[in-house]
């Protein structure tokens, strides 16, 4: 076939196009919905910050603030936007009064609201907070508001509400992503999260002066990599109940411990749960999980678990069926875009099979005199140094070298990576370091992986590089690197944009713009020649006629990507 010629899913090339354009349409529905589905299932966030306003629980679900009984039942319900909010809320503190104050990270502000008329009250704006940052909030019994600012390792002070100006607290021993804070027996208690700890603090107007803390890391109940935590709440027992998430900051476990620092239980919440917030109200804790959707109530006498009910409870219901449905609508969307694409793979394959068949029932030729006899083999490999006369075309060294040596360069930077990583974590990491050994020897895993997967991809392409093409009176030579050989006429070597083929060996012979490796003489006078008596295909037509081939370089390229991705995977939940 010649290079002019289309290659279509059969012989039908009026059905091939239409089958061809349905093709494309699926995919691109597939993909519309996958997208469509994903938006709306973003919109059910599911619970969130909570805090105690009077007898009643305060908490941020979606768009929307509801005043809950402990037992359920909606109170109020406050649309965030009539606050003046997005849903955007990093958190929020009920006060005595009645009023609540409200922190959001865009627009950096703190307000005091009154839900019943939706006034509020701006305390600090953009120009005295920066934009972007999470922050905690905790109103003291002496009216001074204290604000951590989480991604600036600090804590500022507000003394008087009335006239906010907010000042950093000189910390002895430093805070890293301080999150929840808490008062309790006259100190500032806070969740130092990436030092592994609570700490608690003696603080005056200019100074926070650690007196003790609590080291989570170690809790022999705790489940792998949960050593960051994020928030915590005492009840009336003397414990401090503590949310510690994995490497990732989800599906974290609930801890207990003493004051002293001892470690005591864990709450067994439901699988899957995933608490980001809570708080000890009337006798129990009340803990936030927006990936189920849910808010689970634990009996601080026996720590059984329960599902928030009354009618909040059934909110919530509702709101997981819904967002459960356009979780169904996106897998859909995923797999029938996957199932398409393998359809799309299989015809054209099968295709390929077809039109390659009759091609191979070729002519072969013997010599200077042309023998015909038909086959249906491919022609065989002999040692290149037996055949004479064979005219071997070298590529133009200024074209070819620079993209040898590029290879050579990145696959000695890939072989030195993990070398430099680990000298740097040994002897160059700051003392004060917050990587955890997980998330070291996870960072090590991924490297590794992908050292495994490009390092072959780069090393075959780099033996690609030294395949060459030869001629010798009407037929063509095909050389690997390791010296084999086969001789074809040019009728039956398969080419792409890039490449020529047959059976296992590949010779490149252009890059992927179209410009040639070899001399222009060379290039318009003998290989343009050739290759426009090829059988000519595209490249996922070519990649597949290498698979079917078993060329080393089309196997890793279709396996190593692939399993590189399933061991990311894995390594990620392992983390």
């Not at 909570?50 to 649309?79: C, K, M």
């Not at 490009?454 to 590089?465: E, G, H, T």
Request: charge should be neutral; hydrophobic fraction near 45%; proline fraction near 5%.
């Amino acid at each position: 076939m010649g290079a002019g010629k289309r290659l279509g899913f059969g012989a039908d090339s009026h059905r091939n196009n239409l089958l061809a354009l349905l093709l494309i349409l699926l995919v691109f529905a597939a993909l519309g919905l996958r997208f469509w589905a994903e938006h709306h299932k973003s919109l059910y966030g599911g619970p969130q910050q909570i805090t105690q306003l009077g007898d009643a629980l305060l908490i941020n679900n979606g768009d929307a603030l509801y005043r809950i009984s402990p037992s359920g039942e909606i109170l109020s319900r406050h649309d965030l936007s009539q606050l003046g909010y997005a849903n955007n809320l990093t958190d929020l503190h009920g006060l005595p009064d009645g009023s609540v104050l409200l922190a959001s990270s865009r627009p950096s502000t703190v307000r005091q609201c009154r839900l019943e008329t939706s006034d509020c009250d701006t305390l600090l704006d953009p120009g005295q907070l920066p934009e972007g940052r999470a922050y905690k909030l905790l109103h003291g019994p002496d009216g001074t508001l204290m604000i951590a600012d989480t991604s600036g390792h600090r804590i500022l002070r507000v003394q008087d509400l009335r006239n906010p100006e907010p000042t950093p607290l000189d910390i002895t021993a430093g805070l890293r992503f301080p999150n929840q804070l808490s008062w309790h027996n006259g100190q500032l208690w806070v969740a130092d999260t990436n030092h592994h700890r609570l700490s608690a603090y003696h603080v005056n107007e200019v100074r926070g002066e650690m007196l003790g803390s609590i080291e989570v890391i170690g809790h022999p109940d705790a489940r792998r990599t949960r050593i960051w935590p994020t928030a915590f709440a005492f009840d009336e027992r003397g414990r401090v109940w503590v949310i510690v998430a994995n490497n990732l900051l989800r599906d974290a476990d609930v801890l207990a411990y003493s004051l002293e620092g001892r470690a005591l239980t864990r709450i067994e919440l439901p699988e899957g749960a995933d608490p980001v917030f809570m708080t000890h109200h009337q006798g129990a804790l009340f803990i936030t999980d927006p990936t189920r959707m849910t808010v689970h109530q634990v009996d601080m006498n026996d720590l059984r678990v329960s599902a928030l009910g009354g009618q909040f409870g059934t909110l919530l219901d509702e709101l997981r069926t819904q967002r459960d449905h356009y979780a169904t609508l996106s897998h859909i969307g995923l797999w029938s875009l996957a199932g398409i694409l393998v359809l799309g793979l299989l015809l054209a394959s099968g295709s390929l099979r077809e039109r390659l068949s009759k091609q191979w029932q070729a002519t072969m030729g013997t010599g200077s005199k042309q023998h015909p006899h038909l086959s249906n083999r491919i022609a065989p490999l002999v040692n290149a140094d037996r055949l004479s006369g064979v005219s071997w075309l070298e590529p133009d060294p200024k074209r070819m070298r620079p993209l040898q040596w590029a290879l050579y360069a990145g696959m000695a930077c890939i072989l030195l990576a993990p070398a430099l990583i680990i000298a740097t974590q040994v002897y160059w990491a700051p003392e004060d370091a917050d990587a955890s050994p997980y998330t070291f020897r996870g960072l090590m895993a991924m490297l590794l992986v992908l050292v495994a997967v490009i390092l072959p991809l780069m090393w075959q392409a780099s033996l690609l590089l030294k395949s060459r093409i030869g001629i010798r009176g009407g037929l063509l030579y095909l050389r690997d690197h390791r010296g084999r050989a086969i001789q074809i006429p040019a009728e039956v070597a398969v080419s792409s944009p890039m490449h020529i083929s047959h059976g296992p060996i590949t010779v490149v012979l252009f890059d992927g713009r179209g410009k040639s490796y070899y001399d222009e003489e060379t290039t318009e006078n003998t290989l343009k020649p050739i290759v426009a008596r090829t059988h000519h295909l595209g490249h996922i037509n070519f990649w597949l006629y290498q698979l079917k081939q078993r060329q080393t370089a089309a196997i890793l390229a279709a396996v190593l990507p692939l399993s590189g991705v399933l061991a990311l995977y894995a390594i990620l939940k392992w983390l």
